[in-house]
């Protein structure tokens, strides 16, 4: 697995990586997260069987705007949206209805589908790379085995995950302590504090 600096070259040799359909690691606010081309299923399932994490869970969805989770997403009213646009970017997923196409892989056993705009300056700047290649979002699921701590550090991505990952971008995680909120978008309900 090679390690990438963040540079913009960087960030583009990620981009293009990710359009190849490999599996990378990128650091978020909390931790490092794994994440690839959403719309490519073996990637995908990649990602689930490093995880060893059970399709029906579902996953993350980051991106660097709206306008690229809408492809995924239904919207709800106007007053709601403006709730949940205004607590980006930052450490705040809300699970949104997903739309009718999305696919399983993503989704899970849910009607729902969890996204954020990133607050980490790193996992933004990679979304708009990855934009830049004719992507989106991008899947965010901590860089760990199911039920294991997750890993904040390049070198921790390393030890606890040695195989199945293609690249590691290497840089700092913010200083968030606790992976992001998780709130039900219609209820407000916070499902993950």
């Not at 913009?8 to 690839?36: H, K, M, N």
């Not at 980490?120 to 790379?129: G, S």
């Not at 293609?166 to 913010?174: F, H, K, P, T, Y």
């Amino acid at each position: 697995m090679k390690s990438i600096g963040t540079s913009s070259f960087g960030l583009r040799l990620v981009a293009q990586a990710i359009a190849a359909g490999d599996v990378i690691a990128y650091p978020t606010e909390a931790v490092y997260g794994l994440g690839c081309d959403p719309l490519d299923a073996r990637a995908v399932r990649r990602i689930l069987a490093i995880k060893r994490r059970p399709e029906h869970k579902g996953l993350i969805l980051i991106a660097a705007d709206l306008d690229a989770l809408w492809p995924f997403i239904l919207p709800l009213e106007p007053a709601r949206m403006a709730e949940i646009e205004a607590s980006w970017p930052g450490p705040n997923t809300w699970l949104l209805p997903a739309r009718p196409d999305t696919p399983t892989w993503l989704t899970g056993a849910h009607e729902t589908i969890a996204v954020r705009i990133p607050g980490h300056p790193i996992a933004r700047a990679l979304c708009e790379a990855w934009a830049g290649y004719g992507g989106g979002a991008l899947v965010s699921t901590s860089a760990n085995i199911a039920a294991r701590p997750p890993a904040r550090t390049a070198l921790e991505v390393r030890h606890r995950l040695p195989k199945g990952l293609d690249l590691i971008l290497n840089a700092r995680c913010g200083g968030s302590a606790r992976p992001s909120v998780i709130r039900d978008a219609r209820s407000g309900t916070v499902l993950r504090g």
